[in-house]
Each structure stands twice: as C-alpha cells, then as structure tokens.
DNA sequence: CGCGACCGAATGAACGTTCAATAGACAATA
DNA sequence: TATTGTCTATTGAACGTTCATTCGGTCGCG
C-alpha cells in the first residue's frame, strides 16, 4: 500500500466509524472533518466527493483484508494448513476490525459497488481464486466449479465475524476452528 | 400476513426497489411516492416517518422469505431432504427477488438494524434454530453450537444468492445442489 | 514572493415532514 | 329521499432544516 497523507488517512479512517455507526446517509461530511479534526473544505483537498471518498475507502480497506492473509500465512505451510490460515485470517480481520466489515458489507450491497469497475473487484478475487485452483489440481479439493468454492471460504467466514460482533455467540478460537474445520469438510476431496 | 391496505403495499414495494438501485439514502421520499403512484403526503397516512417506512419493510421482508421456506416443505419428507429443501428455499427466494437480498444486507449492516428490536430478529431465527436442534438430537447433524450451523445455512444460501445475480457464475438447479450439498457434508454427523 | 496545504463561513439545492384543503364513504336524522 | 355531520384517505404546495460543495483567504515553508 502507498504511503498515504496523515491526513486523507485520518479522513478515511474518520469516515470508516461514523458509517459503521450511522450509515452512509447519516455521516455529513461536516462530522468526518470534525472527527478526523480537519476543516470540511480539506476533505475536498483530498477527495473530489463524498462518493469518490467512499469508493477510495473500499479500494484502502480491500487491501487491508489482503495484507492481513498474506501476513499469517508463510510458504511452507501445507495446502490444509494454508486454507485454514486464510480463513482464520479473514474471519479474525473482521471481527477485529468491526469497522471495517460493516462498511464493506454496506458498500457491496449498495449502488456504490456498481460504479466500482469489474477489475476492482477481481483483482481482489484473483489471489483467493488461484488459491483454490491449485487445490483442486492437487487434489485436495474437489473439481468443483472454484467460484462456487469461494462462496464457501468467503462467506462463512464473514458471517461468522458477523454473528460473533451481534453477541449472539462468542466464538473462541477453538469454535472458529471447528467452523473452519466444517468449511473444509465440505470442500476436500473424500 | 395481515392484510395490507393497497396503497401501502405499493409504496413498501416501491421503497424496495428504489433502495435497491439507490439506496437508503439516495431514496427520496418524494420518489417513493411517484413510483408508489401517490402524494407524498400519504406515505406519511401509514408510516411516521422514513425510519419507520424501511423497518416495516424490513419485517414484511423476513415473513415473505419465511414463507418460501414454509411453502417447499412438507410434513412427510426425511430430514435431509427438509434441509435441502429449506437452503433451496431461502436461495430461490434471493434469486427470484433481487430486490429484497439487496435490501436485507443494506439493512442488517446498517444502523437500523439495531434499532430493531432483538425479538423480531429472535424470531426470525428461531424456525431455523429449532430444526437444527432436532437435527443434532436426532443424530443427523455434528453435536455443535446451533448458531454455527445456522451460520452455515444461512451464509452460503444468500452468498450464493448474490454471487448468481453479480452474474459471475450461473449457478443452475443443479449447482445450487451441489452447494447444498457441500454444506450438508460440512454439518452432517459422520 | 509563490505555492500548496488547510481553513470555515457561505451557498444553494435537496430532502423529510407538515398541514390546510378536498373528496368520498357511511350513518344518522328529518 | 334529501340533508347533514363525521371520519378517513388523499393531495401537493410550502416550510425549515440539513447537507455537500465552493471559495476567498490564511498560514508556513522554500
């Protein structure tokens, strides 16, 4: 990730709160700059809009989801230990970051996600994607269509952050193993 | 369901649609009424106001997925076949009513959500959470935390859901079995 | 001086909501 | 049957507020 100004950073991450916590309407511009502690005209030094702000924010957090996969994960690791990283790795992300889950998760389901350009999106996909490639030529997975495959990684990992933030449960460490573990028992070959 | 008075059901459709292609905000009043086909000021004759508008829908939403779900089951069938008909259910319903999977996931991530009430959500969840209770009692499912399973259940249906109408993959009936089935394997007992 | 970063009051458009007025349905009265 | 009163459903112009955005100006640094 580029270096990015303290500023337009305190911005983002400004804005990143307040919409977890009012939503996209519901967050002026005029609270961000209060809250980032800058001027309402200095957001548009950085941002040409409200709406290029919230694009860029999705761009910013995209990355920070990706850094946080690659970090725990090492080349040695065994395919099954790998898989397992990646989904803790993700699932842990967001319930670390509940910020950063309710904005993604408001952002892909609103028409902001249309604006965003398809290549976005799939640069995202494309790490995840190959992933999943390489276990079914290495049988480990079965040769299943491999988008389908990512519904599963992606999205049970995602909604168990989300069921852990709502405190319907508390998810240790060891139940997000098993759910995990349940995710993988779905997918392997055998 | 009630009844409900026609006109209001137009402008509860209409908000749906319009929240759909332009979000909550983005969402005028003033356009729900011309879509709904009436005044502005008659909006405000059955809801107090565009708080309480988007929550009503959000609850005539969740009986009309309930609904599907109800309608494909039948008392007769084995308990595997009632699961596979109930993930079907709720992912044929998000299929068929783009609409509404767009609405649900704007609304459970925005601040609205907790201004609802937990019970409605509790009973929203409790059909589903009862029929895996018997799944484990009777020795189909994996002795686990029940709200995992639902995590389960309820993830990858509305994932696929939305991966379908993104239009990265078509899934067909015959795919969207294999993701039930995929899920079935990762919470059977065995 | 010149330039980029930054400020914040001012602006004008858009929006949620109100309300006085109207229309229609129904019942009671004469 | 005609008349009156009442209540609900509906209208849409008007109101007051809020908000995104602008812009003239300040500051500090090279």
Redesign the pocket.
């Given at each position: 990730m580029e270096k990015i100004?303290?500023?337009?950073k305190a911005i983002l991450e400004s804005t990143l709160k307040l919409v977890k916590e009012n939503g996209?309407?519901?967050?002026?511009?005029?609270?961000?700059?209060k809250k980032?502690?800058?001027?309402?005209?200095?957001?548009?030094?950085?941002?040409?809009?409200?709406?290029?702000?919230i694009m860029e924010l999705y761009l910013y957090t995209q990355y920070r989801v990706l850094d946080a996969m690659r970090e725990n994960s090492r080349e040695d690791m065994d395919y099954k230990t790998l898989f397992f990283s990646n989904w803790m790795s993700r699932c842990q992300f967001y319930i670390e970051n509940p910020d950063a889950l309710c904005f993604m998760e408001q952002f892909v389901n609103s028409p902001y996600n249309n604006r965003c350009s398809r290549e976005q999106n799939e640069r995202f996909q494309k790490e995840v994607l190959q992933f999943i490639e390489r276990g079914i030529e290495q049988k480990y997975l079965k040769p299943m269509n491999q988008r389908l495959m990512c519904i599963m990684m992606h999205s049970t990992a995602l909604t168990a952050a989300k069921i852990q933030l709502a405190g319907q449960v508390s998810l240790g460490e060891e139940e997000l193993q098993q759910l995990a573990q349940m995710v993988w028992d779905g997918i392997k070959l055998n």
């Open positions: 100004a303290e500023k337009k996209f309407h519901g967050t002026p511009m005029s609270q961000v700059a980032a502690g800058v001027a309402a005209g200095t957001i548009y030094h950085y941002f040409d809009s409200k709406d290029t702000l």
